[in-house]
């Protein structure tokens, strides 16, 4: 059984002390997902620069769900004024991400620290 996916936005001080915008997700990422995640990202309306994706409270993540991550980040790559980092990730999606190249789209860090450290 699936656990919707939950997502809400914060903001964090980077070090550069700038404003970066968190979306943290909660539950599972499958096709079921995709409302709350581009609807999410969608209500930035492009008005931050920086974004970090907070993987922290996700179990599971399927082919599906994987692909509308991508899909987020290929729309912040063609508007060319956000950067995103991902954080938060277990050791198995790390690789997962980093094998269907996630990782050239956004920057993947170990924690939310490292990730604010380099925003």
């Not at 909660?26 to 997902?33: E, L």
């Not at 709350?36 to 922290?56: C, E, M, P, Q, R």
Request: a neutral charge.
């Amino acid at each position: 059984m699936q656990v919707p996916t939950k997502v809400s936005e914060r903001t964090a001080a980077g070090a550069s002390g700038g404003s970066v915008t968190i979306l943290s997700f909660a539950g599972d990422i499958s096709s079921a997902s995709k409302d709350a995640i581009l609807g999410a990202y969608h209500g930035l309306n492009g008005a931050v620069s920086k974004v970090l994706l907070d993987f922290t409270g996700v179990d599971y993540i399927n082919s599906s769900g994987i692909a509308i991550i991508i899909q987020m980040l290929l729309e912040a790559g063609k508007a060319g004024t956000q950067s995103i980092g991902i954080f938060g990730l277990s050791s198995h999606f790390q690789k997962v991400f980093t094998m269907v190249g996630i990782n050239k789209y956004a920057a993947l860090h170990k924690d939310e620290a490292a990730a604010l450290a380099a925003a």
